[in-house]
């Protein structure tokens, strides 16, 4: 637990981000500008997502989050220590699920831990937990390209939670699957931040998913990428999407209904020739 009254997992404070304009002539800028001021912290125990158009600088965020790019302004902090480097505190799961070919999906799971010198009886006995946890069990010894997609992001996710890292951040987890096995996975890992009592940001394009998944949204505007609305999603049922979706249908579609306006997606659609 932290001593801050807010108890902040992770905190960005006036972080902005501009790289290198590759294309840089007399005519381009020499920078571009992904992100700036950008003030965003959560809560422990929260889940929050963050949407926005494409290119926005989502993914920047959540990789300086992570500790792979630094900020060109402001700071990010993980359990109040400033993040300046890859670091155990922090989680990260990808699109593509990047597990390691050449390993078991047990194997997989337990790499992070092996990097740190777990002994390999505490090993197996938290890879065993997750493995039934994200619903593996009986494919401890098979390995990736054996398992289905959606099963592959559930072993990245099982591999991401064994170091049992402070903060997750997800960025679009379940945007390469299809759309069946998406619901299922988004069950799973709501299901599995709440039981194990995990805080995590995650980027998705599916205002629907926001919804059902998050204590709150964050929304970000066009590049130069910076939070416009912050939105609490003040349903019960976060560790039951599905329920969630169900029970709650019309607030859920209230909500989807706001973040498309802030989107402008109406004005977008009306853009498009037919
Ligand atoms: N390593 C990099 N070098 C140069 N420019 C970059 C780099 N990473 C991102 N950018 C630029 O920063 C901006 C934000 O990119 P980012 O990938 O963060 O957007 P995004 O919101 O995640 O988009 P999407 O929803 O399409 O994934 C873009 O203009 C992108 O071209
Ligand atoms: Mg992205």
């Given at each position: 637990?932290?001593d801050?009254?807010?108890?902040?997992?992770?905190?960005?404070?006036?972080?902005?981000?501009?790289?290198?304009?590759?294309?840089?002539?007399?005519?381009?800028?020499?920078?571009?500008?992904?992100?700036?001021?950008?003030?965003?912290?959560?809560?422990?125990?929260?889940?929050?997502?963050?949407?926005?158009?494409?290119?926005?600088?989502?993914?920047?965020?959540?990789n300086?989050?992570?500790g792979?790019?630094?900020?060109?302004?402001?700071?990010?902090?993980?359990?109040?220590?400033?993040?300046?480097?890859?670091?155990?505190?922090?989680?990260?799961?990808?699109?593509?699920?990047?597990?390691?070919?050449?390993?078991?999906?047990?194997?997989?799971?337990?790499?992070g831990?092996?990097?740190q010198?777990?002994?390999?009886?505490?090993?197996?006995?938290?890879?065993?937990?997750?493995?039934?946890?994200?619903?593996?069990?009986?494919?401890?010894?098979?390995?990736?390209?054996?398992?289905?997609?959606?099963?592959?992001?559930?072993?990245?996710?099982?591999?991401?939670?064994?170091?049992?890292?402070?903060?997750?951040?997800?960025?679009?987890?379940?945007?390469?699957?299809?759309?069946?096995?998406?619901?299922?996975?988004?069950?799973?890992?709501?299901?599995?931040?709440a039981?194990?009592?995990?805080?995590?940001?995650?980027?998705?394009?599916?205002?629907?998913?926001?919804?059902?998944?998050?204590?709150?949204v964050?929304?970000?505007?066009?590049?130069?990428?910076?939070?416009?609305?912050?939105?609490?999603?003040?349903?019960?049922?976060?560790?039951n999407?599905?329920?969630?979706?169900?029970?709650?249908?019309?607030?859920v579609?209230?909500?989807?209904t706001?973040?498309?306006?802030?989107?402008?997606?109406g004005?977008?659609?009306?853009?498009?020739?037919?």
């Amino acid at each position: 637990m932290l001593d801050s009254p807010d108890n902040y997992r992770i905190e960005y404070r006036s972080v902005g981000k501009q790289f290198v304009n590759i294309q840089s002539t007399g005519n381009h800028d020499e920078f571009i500008i992904a992100v700036k001021e950008v003030d965003l912290a959560v809560r422990d125990g929260e889940v929050v997502s963050l949407i926005g158009p494409s290119g926005c600088g989502k993914s920047t965020l959540l990789n300086m989050g992570s500790g792979l790019y630094q900020p060109s302004a402001g700071d990010i902090y993980v359990d109040e220590e400033r993040v300046d480097r890859p670091n155990a505190h922090v989680g990260f799961m990808l699109q593509k699920d990047l597990l390691l070919a050449w390993r078991t999906i047990r194997k997989n799971i337990e790499f992070g831990l092996e990097i740190q010198g777990v002994p390999a009886i505490i090993r197996n006995e938290r890879s065993s937990e997750l493995l039934e946890k994200c619903r593996l069990s009986g494919f401890e010894e098979h390995y990736p390209h054996q398992l289905s997609g959606g099963m592959r992001q559930r072993a990245a996710l099982a591999r991401t939670l064994a170091a049992d890292p402070s903060v997750l951040l997800l960025d679009e987890p379940f945007s390469a699957l299809d759309a069946q096995t998406k619901m299922i996975l988004q069950q799973d890992l709501a299901e599995t931040l709440a039981a194990e009592k995990k805080t995590a940001l995650f980027i998705t394009h599916d205002l629907a998913e926001s919804v059902a998944l998050s204590d709150r949204v964050f929304v970000m505007s066009q590049r130069p990428g910076t939070i416009i609305e912050e939105i609490d999603i003040d349903l019960p049922l976060r560790e039951n999407p599905l329920a969630r979706r169900h029970d709650w249908q019309k607030d859920v579609a209230v909500y989807v209904t706001r973040l498309m306006e802030l989107l402008h997606v109406g004005e977008l659609a009306s853009e498009v020739e037919i």
